[in-house]
Structure formats: C-alpha cells, structure tokens
C-alpha cells in the first residue's frame, strides 16, 4: 500500500513509501481502505516535531480517516466488509472520564495514523459514517467537530438565546459556530479576515471582529452583547488566554481546546475569580459522544465545511494550505476513488 511517513521532522522529512499491506485483522478489528483523510493542525505539529519531540519515527502521520471496511476479524460483530466507517481519535476512549492511558492510543502518534491506503482499527475505534456524509465530509469529525461538540454540547451545554464566541475559522472554531446556532445560540465571530467574517456572517455568525484591528477584542464582544459578556467562548488561540475571560459573562466558560498563538498565557486572576468564569480544558472526545454528535450530524442535516480536496500525491501542498492560515475550514486528502453519499 501507499503511505505517507514521518522519516525526520519537517515537511522534507515527509515522504510517500510503498509498504506491505496490513496482515488479516485480529479478532475484534477491522481492515479499512482508506477513502479520505484531514488534516489537524495537531498532524502538522507532529511532522514538525513539535507536538512530541520524542515521537519514535517513521510514523504514519494524521488521526482522522474516513473509508471502506475490506475485511473484519473473527468476533467483530458491528461491521461487514463493504460498510463505510469512520475512525475515532482514541481508540481506547469509549466512554466516562479522560484517562492518561488512552492518550497511548491515539492515531497519528503515538500510533501509526490514517495517511494510508489501508488502516487496521478496533472494531469499538470506528463508527459508521452519517448517512448524509460523504467520505470528505466524514474524515473531518474525528477531532475537529467532535473537540467542538465536546466544548458547546457536552461540556458548555449551549442553550437557545446564549452567546457563543470563536475564534478564526479553522475545523474546531467552524464545528463549534454549527453546532452552537443548531443549539439556538448566536455566534461571534473573530478572525484576522474581513472576507472571512463576510463569509461567517453567510452560514449564520450574527457578528464578527477583526482582531488585528480590535487588538482588545473583548470589550466589543461585551459591546455585542450588551455589557453582558458571552456565555461561553471556544478558545483556540491559547496565548490570548486573558481575553477570552474578560470576554465571557459572570459564571461564563471558556473552553481551552489551543495553542496557536502560544503554549504559555498571563491572565489576570482577579478578573477571573470576581468574573466567576470557568476555564475548562477539552481534549477531543470520546466514543459515546461522538456517537452522539453523528445522530446530531443526521437528524439536522449538519454538513462539515471543506476548505479545498487535495489528491493524495499532494500531502505536502495539504500541509503547507493549513499552516498559511488562509483557509476556511477543513482540508482533506482524497485517498480512494469513492467520495459519494449512500
Ligand atoms: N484540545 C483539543 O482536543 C484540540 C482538538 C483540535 C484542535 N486543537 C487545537 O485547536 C487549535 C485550532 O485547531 P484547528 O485544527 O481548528 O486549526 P486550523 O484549522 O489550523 O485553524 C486555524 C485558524 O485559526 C486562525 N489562526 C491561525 N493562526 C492564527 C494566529 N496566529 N492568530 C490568530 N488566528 C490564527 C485562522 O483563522 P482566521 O484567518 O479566520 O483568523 C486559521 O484559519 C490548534 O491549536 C489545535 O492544536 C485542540
């Protein structure tokens, strides 16, 4: 099969080999050709070496893929060859609370990921894809959409009415926007680009700021909501931790889901404590509620936004899209020929 391995850290590290095809599946896993695949800005901390300098190398690179099942193990009973399924982050989160173990089985590092022709999962590591999903559109949910559900449904638990705040328009921060307007809430949008909240306020942001403009982005947020400040706020930029809490109401929650403008933020500890404000990490999700947000995906006819499909011999153009920054949603890899819905 064809695959694409981590050698050496960097995008030259990166390079398409020829590799056996994986052996018949054990008992309880299941064999996957692989029809699409998307890229995490996770995925391309990984080929830098940034996210584990310490990631034994080659590696299979990516977490999320969507595909075909070929083949199933002697005692796998949820799937038949021929069904299409999509792979969850951790292979071992089922259900209840996070463990420190389950981060041992994560695709992508430390496990062998989804950029191959074919994948062995668990049979309880993959789920059916919703039926009103594409392949495409399927391998974007087992991070992105399902960190974003985590954060507005399971964790914030959105409700109609409330104010929702995020952040630029990557795969989390577009999950997030859907699924809080399908919850009745209302959206503020931040982004550096003007054409880009243009395009947020068409899929239904009823807001948005330019934060290269509006440097202290939460005193318009309180502004848009009356003094009030937001409900919850979907924080994936890290480093501007402080913000995020000056922008959300008293007894408000931030969800800290990233990093990308820094590992390390200074807040201002008063503000937090008289604000009353819950700071809640989220790291992905599990099985239960990833099941729960594809019945969500399928009763509300919710489709994932794709910023461009890139053939597979160009993973390297995929990655170098996501680190501009310049997109507006998920890019994904088309592995197989198959991309239609059921
Ligand atoms: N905790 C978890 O479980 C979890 C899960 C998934 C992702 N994450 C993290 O969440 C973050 C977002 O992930 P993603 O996959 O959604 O990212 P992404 O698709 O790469 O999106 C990034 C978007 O954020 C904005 N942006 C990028 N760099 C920026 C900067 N320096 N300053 C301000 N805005 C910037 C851009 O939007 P505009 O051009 O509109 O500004 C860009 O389109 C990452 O740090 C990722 O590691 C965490």
């Known amino acids: 099969m064809k695959a694409v391995r981590i050698h050496t850290f960097g995008l030259d590290g990166l390079a398409m080999v020829d ?9 309880k896993e299941i064999l996957v ?11 391309w901390l990984m080929v830098k070496g ?4 310490d990631q034994a190398l080659p590696l299979i690179p990516c977490s999320d893929g969507a595909g075909e099942v070929v083949a199933v193990g002697k005692a796998v009973q949820s799937f038949r060859p021929g069904d299409r399924v999509v792979g969850t982050f951790f292979q071992d989160w089922l259900a209840g609370p996070f463990e420190k173990k389950y981060a041992q089985s994560v695709l992508g590092g430390p496990l062998d990921g989804t950029l191959a022709e074919y994948i062995i999962l668990k049979e309880e590591g993959a789920l059916p894809v919703p039926k009103n999903l594409s392949f495409e ?71 948005g700021i330019n934060i290269t403009k509006e440097k202290n982005w939460h005193r318009k947020v309180r502004e848009l909501t009356e ?6 706020l979907i924080d994936v930029l890290g480093g501007n931790l402080e913000e995020s ?16 403008v820094g590992l390390k933020a200074e807040i201002d500890v008063v503000s937090l404590l008289m604000r009353q404000a819950k700071i809640h990490g989220i790291y992905v999700g599990n099985r239960l509620m990833f099941e729960a947000m594809n019945r969500a995906i399928t009763t509300l006819g919710i489709k994932p936004l794709i910023d461009t499909v890139f053939p597979f011999s160009q993973y390297k153009e995929a990655f170098l899209r996501l680190e501009s920054g310049k997109h507006f949603g998920k890019i994904v890899l088309r592995l197989g ?3 239609g819905v059921l």
């Open 33 to 43: 050709r692989l029809q699409a695949v998307s890229l995490n800005y996770r995925d």
């Open 227 to 232: 003094g009030r400040g937001a409900d919850v």
């Open 19 to 27: 590799l056996a095809d994986p052996k018949e599946p054990k008992d």
């Open 137 to 207: 559109e399927a391998a974007t949910l087992p991070c992105a959409a399902l960190t974003a559900w985590n954060g507005i449904v399971e964790e914030a638990t959105v409700s109609p009415g409330q104010t929702v705040v995020v952040q630029g328009s990557g795969g989390v921060s577009l999950f997030s926007m859907q699924f809080a307007l399908a919850c009745g809430a209302q959206v503020i949008f931040l982004s550096r680009s003007e054409e880009k909240i243009e395009k947020a306020k068409r899929l239904g942001a009823k807001e």
């Open 337 to 339: 020929g198959k991309s």
């Open 245 to 260: 809490i000056k922008a959300v109401k008293h007894g408000g929650m931030v969800c800290s889901i990233g990093i990308l």
């Open 50 to 53: 940034l996210y584990n300098p």
